[in-house]
């Protein structure tokens, strides 16, 4: 969930009312919104750094907003103050057009096929006669990052670029090129550099650095240039320095690459509808055009669309009953503009407007109307069915054992859900390509690559950062884990399992042989061979010592494994002592 930091000032000007920090905190409450914290620039680095290096900040009140992570058009102070004018119903929800260009053709950026193999989409807008002030470009700027870190997803599916339109001239070329090829003065710097350069220099950077891995390894970079040949932008790393914004811009051209078209159309929506409140005339964006290999596309779009609900559900839904004229109304202030279905009052249309991506079905729209009734104006009431509540048997049959398992010795220990792919692999002695592990896309560290498909290395990196506890080390952990397979219609299934491990002077195989038989005597399950009941087999698996591994069958079935860990595995995770361990399929005892 973004959190965003607006002036009081600034709001309460935008409000046309002074609040107290108390009254701000229940309107934005009522809106669906929550003030996380009420500080300022001084207080935030005196908590940091201290007061010494505090001296001289800005002692503004700011209020922070955590603001739901859909919510696309409340990630500056334009969304979020014209949000609040339109819920306490001080103004109507803008109309947002599209149009041709006053004077002359549409600003026209060309794709060129060979940004098909990195980034191939692109769109883009012209912002005219727009005025910044400092406090403005600030929120523009802020804007473009926090789309980037959420929407965008890192850079990696949008790039936003921004330009001074009166320091270019179109139209534009958006290629991809050799590194080497590219070279030009990057934004806020005194000399120019190659794209090869430009990658070293910034390797440091603490806010560009994250970013350099979505094309270094690419044989080609994305870069746009403008009819003259200078260089607008090298996406999604940096803009360069010649058509950079500044307070004395009066036109924005809006480029945007990207690897998802869908993403790249609601950023540039949200983009330019925030601030086109700011330009000469209000709420009208100039269209641009894209030329790619697919054809020509005019841009923004800028879609409404129209929903049609019935209104006796709507209320039956939240909870209320509310004529439908004040269901309109309340989805009004909420920015959806509504009105009764001339033919049928029953039904409501709602007009869902470009600023509005997240409104995707009935759902958001129910949603909405309770927002603006306020939830603290439903009604409790009893459900009008009666129903009765129980334990799903596998959790049921999982606390009992853990008591039982406890009273015999071992203690319980919690071990993360995803680990890294060494864990469930080589650490274990087994090739990654025979383990039915779901991994886990683009990771952010190393030991959250795949999803666990066995208890036991969790229990061993217990152990390894245990170890210089007394002796004997005796766990174990009764939790699920994942395996891939084709039979579920989602790819993968969880499966309940039960684990345990002996860590000591002496493996101990005696120790989980009889815990093996314990579970086996709670469960009610007799030693046969006849098929009804359990017994263990010899078995060689690469986990366990040779010699010294056995199967658990269960009704003719392999629920489980039992035996003494190999010592490479123990020296794997830092283990100099041998062990004992028995892991278990619970499921298949129910």
């Known amino acids: 969930m ?161 330009h001074d339109l009166d320091t270019i001239q179109g139209p534009f070329v958006y290629k991809a090129l050799p590194p080497q090829d590219i070279k030009f003065k990057p934004l806020n710097k005194e000399k120019e550099y190659t794209a090869v350069e430009l990658m070293e220099l910034y390797s440091t950077d603490n806010h560009l650095k994250h970013y350099l891995p979505i094309i270094k390894d690419s044989p080609v970079y994305p870069v746009i240039y403008d009819a003259k040949g200078v260089v607008l932008s090298m996406p999604p790393i940096i803009n360069g320095d010649h058509s950079k914004i500044t307070l004395n811009t009066r036109n924005v051209f809006i480029e945007m690459t990207a690897t998802d078209m869908t993403k790249a159309r609601i950023a540039l929506d949200i983009l330019v509808t925030m601030f086109s409140e700011h330009c000469d005339a209000p709420f009208k964006i100039e269209k641009a055009e894209v030329v790619s290999p697919d054809g020509l596309q005019i841009y923004p779009i800028l879609p409404y669309r129209e929903e049609k609900v019935y209104a006796p559900a709507l209320n039956h839904k939240v909870g209320i009953s509310e004529s439908h004229d004040k269901i309109a109304n309340s989805l009004s202030r909420m920015c959806l503009p509504a009105k009764l279905d001339p033919s049928d009052s029953d039904f409501i249309i709602v007009t869902v407007p470009p600023t509005r991506p997240d409104v995707m079905h009935m759902a958001d729209i129910v949603e909405d109307v309770a927002i603006a009734h306020g939830y603290d104006n439903i009604t409790k009431t009893l459900p009008k069915t009666n129903t009765t509540g129980e334990q799903y048997e596998i959790n049921k049959v999982t606390d009992l054992m853990r008591h039982e398992i406890a009273q015999a010795g071992f203690t319980e220990c919690l071990s993360f859900i995803l680990c890294s792919t060494d864990d469930v692999s080589k650490k274990l002695r087994k090739d990654i390509a025979t383990v039915p592990a779901v991994h886990i896309t683009n990771p952010k560290a190393i030991e959250f690559q795949v999803v666990r498909t066995t208890l036991l290395s969790g229990i061993l990196k217990t152990i390894s950062s245990n170890k210089n506890m007394p002796l004997p080390l005796k766990l174990f952990e009764i939790s699920d884990v994942v395996h891939r397979t084709s039979k579920s219609d989602v790819g993968a299934k969880n499966e309940r399992r039960f684990c345990a491990v002996n860590y000591n002077k002496l493996a101990g195989f005696e120790i989980v042989h009889g815990l093996l038989d314990r579970f086996m005597q709670l469960a009610e399950v007799k030693y046969s061979k006849d098929g009804t009941g359990y017994y263990i087999r010899g078995a060689e698996d690469s986990t366990y010592f040779p010699g010294q591994c056995a199967e658990v069958v269960y009704r003719e079935k392999v629920v489980g494994m039992v035996g003494v860990l190999h010592p490479e595995v123990l020296a794997n995770f830092d283990l100099n002592l041998p062990a004992a361990a028995l892991e278990l399929n619970l499921e298949a005892f129910l």
């Open 2 to 162: 973004p959190t965003v930091g607006i002036k009081k000032e600034a709001i309460c000007k935008a409000l046309d009312r002074n609040y107290t920090d108390e009254e701000f905190d229940e309107l934005c409450f009522e809106y669906g919104l929550e003030l996380d914290e009420v500080t300022s620039d001084y207080e935030a680095i005196v908590k940091e750094q201290g007061e010494e290096k505090a001296k001289g900040a800005d002692t503004s009140v700011i209020y922070k907003l955590d603001i739901p992570a859909n919510r696309y058009d409340l990630l500056c102070l334009e969304g979020i103050s014209r949000g609040l004018n339109v819920f306490l119903s001080r103004m109507k929800p803008p109309v947002y057009e599209a149009l041709e260009p006053s004077a002359g053709c549409r600003q026209r950026l060309v794709v060129d096929p060979s940004t098909e193999c990195i980034r191939p989409y692109a769109v883009a807008a012209v912002l005219r006669n727009i005025t910044f002030t400092p406090e403005r470009y600030a929120s523009f700027i802020e804007l473009q990052d926090k789309l980037h870190q959420n929407l965008c997803r890192q850079r990696t599916l949008v790039a936003i670029g921004t």
